[in-house]
């Protein structure tokens, strides 16, 4: 991705508590959002590892620079061809821990379920939470399907 479009993400969270910053990075609808959700996650990781505290850590710096260039060509008409240069980026983050704990956060990250779990809740008797399984619905609709009668009825005869 072009530096000038990952820069408008990061400018958004520069500064931020991590675990502010990872909620503004999910709601994002920019194409650079999930990259740098990405590297802050890794980041968080890495602070894990070396004895940091979560509820302390905000983003210090980020920064993109840009990268190497690829460039390509599009053939044209007689012959000719336009170039494209296929911009990269390179970001680099560090965070820090602030010396006060931050405030509570304003939302609660849900992990979310695998599909295997998923999939477990769905293959037990009566399904989940006691309801019909999807499946038997599918049956029961498909049987008393009268789109097939609409359909044969509409045809017309040559």
Aim: hydrophobic fraction near 40%; charge should be positive.
């Amino acid at each position: 991705m072009a530096p000038r479009k990952v820069r408008l993400v990061i400018d958004v969270v520069r500064g931020l508590a991590v675990t502010e910053a990872e909620a503004q990075l999910m709601m994002m609808k920019k194409r650079a959002a999930p990259a740098i959700l990405k590297l802050l996650r890794s980041a968080m990781a890495n602070a894990k590892d070396l004895k940091m505290a979560a509820g302390k850590l905000k983003i210090a710096t980020i920064r993109v620079d840009q990268g190497p260039t690829m460039k390509r060509s599009l053939p044209r008409a007689k012959g000719s061809a336009s170039p494209i240069h296929k911009m990269t980026s390179h970001v680099s983050i560090i965070l820090a821990e602030s010396e006060k704990e931050m405030k509570a956060a304003r939302f609660v990250m849900i992990p979310r379920e695998k599909k295997e779990a998923k999939e477990k809740k769905a293959k037990m008797p009566g399904g989940p939470k006691g309801k019909a399984k999807p499946a038997e619905k599918a049956d029961k609709k498909s049987s008393e399907d009268p789109g097939f009668m609409r359909r044969v009825f509409r045809r017309k005869s040559g």
